[in-house]
């Protein structure tokens, strides 16, 4: 709640705001402040230049050298016969190629049974390879199913089983390993445009595609699936007449990996020695750091960890698991990056008896590490049983679709409850400084420009935090309503490219700007009038737990003066 001002009858402060408006200041040479508060305006228009321009380079990296992140290529299954039904790898070409037939109205498909079909599908295509640089591999299914009187796709929830198997090799002379096999069910979603007649038999249903396996790894070259769809009395019963299976293999591009890995290993030295020399400048200082100080320290070490560049490494292992550490690298920045402006906001907001502890933002901090730990066991019971089971999807079964729905839908209700808590701290902080600006015209004309320069650059910090937020909703929705290119004379802009490695040089930079601004400064104060003398004087704390919490040298100057005391 935002405080307010307590003022006599006639609406000037009260000796409680007076005593409180002395206990704001400390002797200039007392305390050298952060670089934000001694930094002439000049330099911050300088780097604020600078931020801009290294923010455009990213964006334009992204646009104009990366191509785009994702490719999606379409397999048809060939339909390969297995009479046998021996478990054995059945490929659709090359030398060993299976014993096929191009449709189920041949005759040779009127001898068979639907359980000695195999679907075959190798990827990638003839003369081409797959790479290590794409990183990961998804398979979605798309089904052509046509619509016939007696063998209709039933009403209501039908379930699709799937036998399937994965195997790969290095050379188009080996022969295929196994690596994955598991039965699957998926729900089949299909509706039929045109009346269920026999005038209309032949025609095609349209079905939903089925999410089928997601690889966190590429490195082998070639990949060998083999789809079986068993049929007995209660198994694939009511699924239609099934002509053809397409896999649309989802990877990303190799020239966007490099791209990528690239930006992480410009920035993961430079916010690494940047987050070093802060702490360094914080552990010169003569009192321990203060909140603030530590959570900045800890936003620099999370954009640290999300800026490891792990992906150099899988390119010569086989890990499974980058995925599931690229989220829990993005989960702890993100995290990080909520706490750091709830407290931000509080430690410019609270009184001395409040601030400077962690346990006064216990619910807004809760929240998030609420939020974060519903994402992550959802992340772990999905992509974390995809390193021993790519086909496994935590979508496939009723249970676990609602179990997810309900995961997702809680820890998107915690960070709404978070940013209306958030938007209320700020809405007070700007209040705040009104209040304490009015203080401003009782000082020496010297001391009074340095603090309006103060409080300037706080609410500057702000809306910088505001436009990133702001920045990124727009990145965002630019990404979603655009076909993925913009047309610029001759000139194409990858929209979606641009809009991943524009998002994540802003992060960087917005914490490069943090560790900057808010390292402790090597200037002191040199105010010498008469007047400022007097003001400068040092008064004691208020309170023993002022001085127990913010140590005998006091927190920053800034820090300070943007706070309200218990008295107010």
Known sequence: MCGSRRTGSSGAPGRSGTRAGKSLFLKSSEMSGAIIENMSTKKLVVLVLFILVLQVVSIMVGALIAPSPTSAVSYLATKCINRQRARRWLAPWGPNRCQQIHSFDEPLAKTLDANDIVFAVHVPLPHAQMSPWFQYMLAVLQLDIAFTMINPVEDGDVVITIDAGLAYRDDLTSEWSAKFHSVERRPLRCTLAVAKTYENEGRFYHCDPIPFMELGSVAHKYFLFNLRLPVNDTVNVGIGEIKDIHIVGIHQNGGFTKVWISMKTVFSPWILVATAWYWRRIGLMARPPVLLEKVIFALGVAMTILNVPAEWLSLGFEWT????????????????????????????????????RLSAYWWQVGLVMFGSALLLVYDLSDRGVHLTNPFYSVWASERGMKLAITVIVVAGLSVCLYFLALCGMVRCVFRNIGGKMQQLPAMPKARRLRYKGIIFRFKFLMLVTLTCAAMTVIFFILNQVSDGHWHWGSYTFEVHSAFLTGIYGMWNLYVFTILFLYAPSHKHGTEKSGDSQQTDVLEKPESQAAEQTCGPRGPTEAYRITGKVAEE
């Open 321 to 356: 698991w980058i995925l599931l550490l690229e989220d829990a690298q993005q989960g702890v920045f993100y995290s990080t990056l909520f706490c750091f402006w709830v407290i931000f906001c509080g430690e410019h907001l609270m009184d001395q008896s409040r601030r400077n």
